[in-house]
């Protein structure tokens, strides 16, 4: 069974995110997505400063299987990306919802209220 | 419906993750595909190969059959045992598969094939036996596990019946040989030293129970790949196929041209291509920079000059836990020089070109 902490949201895509005490975002991928993708290899990170929308792809993550796009759950600017993951990037396999997290985000639109909670989200997984 | 092996609730209980393989559920790997990789480098691991068709060849000319079936030449196996890798070409040159076959005695040759290919292979032996009077029997009656790594031999002989590690012990590499009803080939598909360990279905559970008793791992299917493709071994399907020639997948060293005067299935196109001019190779490729290669990426080919020759395609590429960097195997214009380009998700990065074979017995070559 795949582990969903219980104060994240969740998108279809299988992307996570928290909200901060200062209300900008973290996000990374769950659980599920890392194991699905088995032994992470490589992650491309974007810059910071880039400005992005819902459903744009932000980052690459590759796993010795396959290269698979991650997804902007919520439209908003990239403040900060974790660059330990270029060095290590099985620490999303190892901690994939602490020190695997991807980006920090400052939100620019309100798409945050249409993600999943945690229970909807392992509903879809129990699909 | 896709069917499981003997092993299918071991695979479970060993935390299998369990895909389709050529109608097969088999394990791609047990938690982290790289852990097993490195286990098999540095240690030993298994591999539950039971999907792979054994077939017994049988009959007075069976000899004679297989040096007309082949493109290698089984003339050249003059021990009881001893093993061959070869292509089983159609009439074009193109590639129906590439297998082992295991020279037991005159009237006895064993033969293992690919599971995907496993409908065809047998249509076509059939087909080409009944001329030589030669007895195809596919043997779905053994299961077969993979024992890998420097120390697989040494664990595997810890745990076999008395009278099969007494005939197993002495095996040279490329060699197998039967006891009773079991068989020990020490050949594999890592790179590494290791026996193939083909037994009735039925005591399968056991030997994989004693393996595990011993410390040996559970490595899928996703570590068997990689570990091949660091051994520069051609996978068929992807490196190779009915539509691509010995000649253009790296597999001209397994052509035995010589006696001039034996005729085998495919000679006459393979002749002919070379005549003509071979037109491409198979390559090796090193990624310079960040990145994964994958299979059907094109690759933008040049000569030592700088001279663009036009495209070429990578045919299976992966990363490789050995070192830490991306390889593949591209099937390029014969003139391409020391380096390409290859285009990954939009992007054209250099790549190196080298011999095909990244890691040998545990060490980068």
Same mark, same amino acid.
């Given at each position: ?127 | ?140 009656? &053994?299961?077969?596990? =993979? ?10 002989? *810890? /745990? @076999?019946?008395? #009278?099969? %590690? ?115 190779? &198979?390559?090796?490729? =090193? ?10 990426? *094109? /690759? @933008?080919?040049? #000569?030592? %000059? ?60």
């Amino acid at each position: 069974m795949s582990e969903i902490p219980a104060e994240l949201k969740y998108s279809k895509s299988h992307e996570w995110v928290r909200v901060n005490d200062d209300n900008t975002l973290t996000l990374g991928i769950t659980d599920h997505a890392q194991a699905a993708l088995g032994d992470l290899v490589f992650v491309e990170l974007p810059e910071t400063g880039a400005e992005l929308m819902a459903d744009d792809a932000v980052c690459v993550v590759e796993s010795v299987k396959a290269a698979s796009d991650v997804y902007m759950p919520v439209s908003g600017e990239i403040i900060e990306v974790n660059e330990a993951l270029n060095d290590e990037p099985e620490i999303i396999n190892r901690s994939p919802y602490e020190d695997g997290w991807l980006v920090k985000v400052n939100p620019t639109g309100n798409e945050l209220d249409d993600l999943m909670d945690a229970e909807a989200y392992a509903a879809i997984l129990d699909e | 419906m896709s069917q499981q092996t003997v092993l299918f609730d071991k695979h479970r209980a060993s935390g299998g993750k369990m895909v389709d393989f050529a109608g097969w559920q088999m394990p791609v790997n047990y938690g982290s595909q790289i852990a097993e990789h490195q286990l098999v480098r540095h240690d030993a691991g298994m591999f539950d190969v039971s999907h792979m068709v054994i077939v017994d060849l049988s009959g007075d000319s069976v000899t004679g059959f297989l040096r007309y079936l082949l493109a290698n030449d089984v003339a050249r196996l003059k021990q009881p045992g001893k093993a061959l890798y070869s292509c089983m070409l159609n009439d074009a040159g193109g590639v129906i598969d590439d297998l082992i076959v295991y020279y037991m005695h005159n009237s006895w040759y064993r033969m293992v094939v690919n599971a995907a290919t496993r409908e065809k292979d047998l249509a076509w032996l059939t087909q080409q036996a009944a001329a030589f009077g030669v007895e195809v029997n596919e043997r779905a009656d &053994l299961a077969m596990i =993979a024992v890998q790594g420097p120390n697989a031999r040494e664990q595997a002989l *810890s /745990v @076999l019946p008395p #009278d099969v %590690a007494a005939a197993a012990r002495p095996l040279a590499r490329f060699y197998g040989v039967d006891s009773g009803e079991w068989f020990v080939g020490r050949t594999g598909y890592t790179g590494e030293d290791g026996f193939e360990v083909m037994l009735p279905a039925g005591e399968a559970g056991i030997l994989w129970d004693k393996l595990l008793a011993a410390g040996v791992k559970p490595c899928g299917l996703g570590a068997r790949d990689t570990l091949r493709l660091e051994a520069g071994m051609n996978l068929y399907g992807s490196d190779m196929t009915e539509t691509t020639s010995p000649l253009i997948s790296g597999l001209g060293w397994t052509i035995s041209w010589q006696p001039e005067d034996r005729d085998f299935i495919g000679r006459r196109a393979l002749q002919a291509e070379q005549a003509a001019g071979v037109k491409q190779k &198979l390559v090796g490729l =090193a990624l310079e920079q960040r990145g994964v290669l994958r299979a059907h990426q *094109s /690759v @933008l080919a040049k #000569d030592n %000059a700088g001279h663009p020759l036009g495209k070429g395609e990578v045919t299976s590429g992966t990363f490789s836990p050995t070192l830490k960097k991306s390889i593949a195997l591209a099937r390029v214009p014969a003139a391409t020089g020391e380096y390409c380009e290859v285009d990954i998700r939009g992007k054209l990065l250099p790549a190196r070109v080298v011999k095909p074979v990244f890691v040998r017995d545990g060490q980068a070559v």
